[in-house]
């Protein structure tokens, strides 16, 4: 009697090795996500200006890992899941943990509801985002829109009144109530899921005669943020939140020209 062997399935393909350049965008987005836990630790030693510090620092390295990727031609799914993840923490948890320190954490009984409610929220967004970007559906003219607040946008605003806080001392009683964080949490909340048009950059285009006095005015918000750090950063917040509906007004004129058949640009 002839014994019988049996064999494991075995795949054909073999481990292999991956240039670094794929991995350098990786590398990037864990710097952003050790830069949200790192806000979090300094939130709960209530280390306000770290904590605010390294959440931008994790904006920052958030918006480079894409560029990145895009000029190695090192983008992979696996790294934009990476990423959602990333964000998930540097800029729904952080933000909401950094907020119930600073103000909601003695409000009876629904102070931690707010921060789980804006946690919620970016968690929401970031899964629509990932599922539009498989969509073949969505009309060319939003390529030049965010659906909704991008997450590292809302988890600015949602900070905005600490970074206000900071130097505009006589306003701070105010932005620290109970009433004025919750309100504004649910704002945030709401314009992070929303399906407001807000701008992209990614592919906006400049005029030739709008490059020297676009230097200018980054050479002036660069000195304003070597001498007033944390004034500038709520400044531009502030100027970002009340820029949406302008957003809004030129979302709507794009798509009529492009429902009228009189542009195609993407």
Known sequence: MKKIERKLPISTEKFAELPFRKIVPNIVTMLALCSGMTSIRYAIQESWSKAVLFIFLAALFDGLDGRVAR????????????????????????????????????????????????????????????????????????????????????????????????????????????AFCSIWMCIVFYLETSRIPTISLKKAKIKPSMVIPLLVIVAVIAHFLFTQTWLTLGVLTAIYTLSIPYSVIRFLHDKKLYEQGKTTKV
């Open 71 to 178: 000029m190695l031609k090192a983008s992979s799914k696996f790294g934009a899941e990476l990423d959602s993840l990333s964000d998930f923490i540097s800029f729904g948890v952080a933000p909401a943990i950094l907020m119930f320190q600073w103000c909601l954490f003695d409000l009876p009984k629904i102070g931690w509801f707010f921060c789980l409610l804006f946690a919620m929220g970016m968690a929401l967004r970031l899964a629509r985002f990932n599922t539009m970007l498989e969509d073949d559906t969505i009309p060319p003219y939003w390529a030049h829109y965010f659906t909704g607040v991008p997450a590292p946008a809302a988890a600015a605003m949602v900070i905005m009144p600490i970074l206000l806080g900071f130097d505009l001392a006589e306003t701070k009683p105010f932005l620290r109530t109970h």
